[in-house]
């Protein structure tokens, strides 16, 4: 395969950031296994292995444990109402009170978000959030039961930006049902905010689920890859943790990197041998993709 330059990195053309994130940045679902959405690739499953923290006592417990075994920071993340929101707001003090007493890193899954909502987030200490962001509204219908329009995605896209919260879009790739559609609206519509950092993801086939046996092209992650590199051209675009499963996810990754992603997300060995193969500068940090890389959450592997 042959590698073009990484257009996200203009002075270091051959350098790659690796994100780590396991016990250095563990995700707690704050409805626990509940969702009210059980959207048809998921239906609850995804929440499962995340650690379970419904309230502001359980959330506080769990981040100090998780502290003091070593973690940078957390993601707050959950099941959707039947609106598609994250109740993360309830947990305000939970919140407040991890940031003054750690140095904790703290981002969330909202989805959709009011400005109230951002603004008192923001005010609470929270570091970022992560926004899916989906350009075929047939698909959010057909996918997550959802009525909505383009209007409340760039709603809340702005509810987030203009908070002065750091935001990261997400994107991602075969969402209805292993076809590419909406994916290209999608980084049009997040034109209307100036993310440092976009994360293109990947349909997950779950067990248990309609899409269980259904994988997204590796061939669509390339196209959806270039075009926003080239729409982008001064955001981090990087490959999310959830990007297939298999001997496709090596495949994907690979042809992340030849697309010029500045990082990928729990990559595989082989994806880290390769770049290591091709004179790529690999440096790996542990935490979350959306977040700047910086010295302080550096790690070696």
């Known amino acids: 395969m042959k590698l073009s330059k990484n257009h996200n990195n203009p002075e270091s053309p051959k350098k790659i950031n690796f994100f780590i994130t396991s016990d250095f940045f563990p995700s707690i679902s704050v409805t626990g ?14 929440l499962e292995a995340l650690i379970p923290a419904t309230t502001c006592d359980e959330l506080e417990k769990k981040a100090l444990a998780l502290h003091r ?16 929101r994250v109740p993360i707001s309830s947990l305000l003090p939970a919140i407040r009170n991890l940031k003054e007493k750690t140095e904790l890193i703290i981002i969330a899954h909202t989805g959709f978000i009011s400005r109230e909502e951002a603004s008192m987030l923001k005010d609470s200490g929270l570091d970022g959030i992560g926004f899916d962001v989906m350009g075929d509204m047939n698909a959010v219908r057909e996918v997550y039961g959802l009525e909505v ?7 809340s896209l702005l509810a987030i930006g203009d908070s002065g919260l750091m935001i990261f879009p997400h ?8 076809k590419l559609g909406g994916e290209f609206r999608a980084l049009e519509m997040i034109r209307a905010i100036d993310p440092s950092t976009i994360i293109i993801t990947g349909l997950m ?3 248990g689920t309609p899409m269980a046996h259904i994988k997204p092209n590796p061939p ?23 990007h297939s499963s298999g001997k496709d996810r090596g495949i994907i990754e690979r042809l992340a990197i030849e697309s010029g ?41």
């Not at 329009?149 to 709603?155: F, G, I, L, P, V």
């Not at 082989?270 to 290591?276: C, V």
Request: contains cysteine; aromatic residues 8%; positive net charge.
């Open 149 to 155: 329009s383009e209007k409340e995605y760039t709603a």
């Open 205 to 207: 086939p779950v067990a």
């Open 261 to 301: 992603v500045s990082g990928i997300a729990a990559p595989t060995m082989g994806t880290i041998n390769f770049a290591k193969e091709n004179g790529y500068e690999v440096h790996y940090y542990g935490t979350c993709c959306g977040l700047v890389p910086g010295e302080k959450t550096k790690i070696e592997m």
């Open 69 to 84: 075994k070593g973690a940078k920071g957390i993601l707050l993340t959950g099941g959707c109402d039947e609106r598609g």
């Open 220 to 242: 669509d992650f390339e196209k959806v890859i270039k075009k926003a590199v080239t729409m982008f051209p001064n955001a981090s675009i990087v490959l999310g943790c959830a």
């Open 171 to 178: 994107v991602c790739v075969g969402i209805h049902f292993g």
């Open 33 to 46: 296994s509940s969702c009210s959405l059980m959207c048809q690739h998921c239906k609850g499953k995804l």
